[in-house]
């Protein structure tokens, strides 16, 4: 058996895939935390095709994009997870239909 | 800067010395009347001083090459449009001007007795000299662009004057109507201006003759109607049918306001405009498609006959009024028509000499009727006089002097003017003869009729009873008017103004002969006109001499109903404005309900309000609806940006 070698198309049919991934998840799922979850899954799918292009085009410019993504990332999450806790204090809930006061 | 100081230049202190004692009244001393007026007095009787200099200065010059300029200013320069702003003086303006500050003075100080009693003699005489200045704007003008500036303002100050007693409704609405009926006349000015300029490309008058002397034919096919509209502004300041109403009205002012403007001078402006520009009118006869069916009729052939009908129509009216100041209002109607059929019958001459001599015996009446007036305490209506020749001598004496000059008796200036003017019928149209013969037999009629009813008889009234002589200064002025009612005829005034069109210098002759020149020159017009006076004169004896109510009404019947109504032009225009009012605002009721507030206003608002409703759908302020509209938005643009 022949195994073809792993080359760019292959990390970035991974990336699209865990990207589409994370899009359903925050379209779909209703908990916010999961949505967050989701959200985090979509950068880190970005990440990877990062990487993987500056991997293949010897190129070490992706890859310090890659760690000020994950640096702002975890200052994110940290306001992000401190929101939704707030939210949830508040309403006693983290359901997205239950939060509709943003319209009219 | 008086290195290039020329002589003419003095004529500017004419204009402005009159501007200037408006000025000072208007700004610093309106509250002192007395005070005031001795300013504006003093302004205007050293205009006419300098304007006699100036006469005696250029009067040879001007009777041997005709023109005279002051030193223009240059005011306005677009384009190809120039506008100077220039004093033009030659035999027209010249007499104009000894005319205009010379009874303009007359009147002045007669106004300083008939005022003395008003509490706002000083905006009066601000007003006087506000009017002095655009009188003599007009007169000087060399342009008709300054022509026509000056013509607004007088038409302002005669606003100002006629209104002066705004307190009254009567003299209120009188000030709008003249006001109102005057912009009519001048709407069709000004567009004979902008004519003029765009056809001949000039304002300047002394350009406009010379071009006009040059290529005659310049004028392409609007001659007819560019001279018809010019005419429509003196239709309106001469007050010609069918603008001639504002006139009786007008006689709400002040009397000697209405000596000065509405029977001396400013009126007689649209007749010294018509004499200014006589050079426009030709025999052309073409008129714009439109106006097809007036071909073969000149713009002259129309002035004749508008003022012809106004001549005759005003002397009728004349003859049923009782109050003395409408009486003589619609004789000056009529005379005006005169003048104005006169400048028709390609006669400026005599409508110029008419013109002149009207303003002094004019000037004159009006003051005696302003005499009368005050020392019958302010009764004006004549079958409430009588008597008045024994309690008021003077104005009795020169009331008759004024009279006989208007209806044309010799020696009296009247007579030459007016034989003139019927000579020169004579001489185009035998139609209009025979009408200025019968306006001539109506003056006659209608001018005794007021005399033998208001100064002879008894006493019908008791303020009639208790008349008395007028102040000093308002007698002096009805003698010094008198004089050149009387003597005018014998002053050459026609030969002088004769200059202006082309006429000869004719050899002074004896005082003898200038009397019997009207009846070598044209025998039948001087015959004609005695005998329309010899016949006006003995019908008002037998119907007026002892009268003591008006027996005209029972002869007459509807048509004495009529003329005393003047003939319901009033009404008429009432109705014809009434009804084009209703029309106009019934259409823009309409316009303003279904277009501007039904498309227009609920139109918008709704189209927006119901877009705006069917947006809100889309805000239900769920994150993930959001998040999907945006993940599709995204998908969208990648689709398209990749393909």
Redesign the interface.
Known sequence: MHLTPVGLEHYLMVSAVLFCLG?LG???R?NLIV?YMSLELMLNAANLALVAFSRFNNSLNGQVMVFFIITVAAAEVAVGLALIVALYRKRQTAH??D?????? | MFDDFKPEDVVWIILFLPLLAAAAIGLFTKRDGKFSAQLSISAVVLTFLVSCGVFLMFKQTVFDTKLVTATPLNWLHIGELKVDIGLRLDPLSLLMLLVVTGVGAMIHIYSYGYMKEDRCMGRYFGSLSVFMFSMLGIVLANNFVMMFIFWELVGVSSYLLIGFWYEKPSAADACKKAFITNRLGDFGFILGIILVWATLGSVNFDELQQRLLKAPEAWGGVAALAGFLIFCGAMGKSAQFPLHVWLPDAMEGPTPVSALIHAATMVAAGVYMLCRVFFLFGAHSNWPAPLAFLNGVTALDLIAWIGGFTALIAALMAVQQNDIKRILAYSTLSQLGYMVMAVGLTGPTAAMYHLTTHAFFKALLFLGAGSVIYGCHHEQDIWKMGGLNQKMKITWLTFLIGTLALCGVPPFSGFFSKDDILAQAAQHSALLFILATLVAFLTTFYMFRLVFVAFTGGARSEAAGHAHESPKVMVWPLVVLAVPSTLAGFWGIDRFIGRNFGGDHAATTSWLDQLFAPFNHSPLAALFGLLATIVGFSLAYTFYAKAENDPLPEKLGALSRAMRNRFYFDEIYEWLIAATHELVSRLAEFVDRWFIAGLGVRGAHGTTELIGRALRLAQSGNLQTYAFLFVAGLVVVIWFSLK
């Open positions: 899009a925050v379209i779909m209703r949505m997205v239909e939060l509709t006061s943003m319209k009219l």
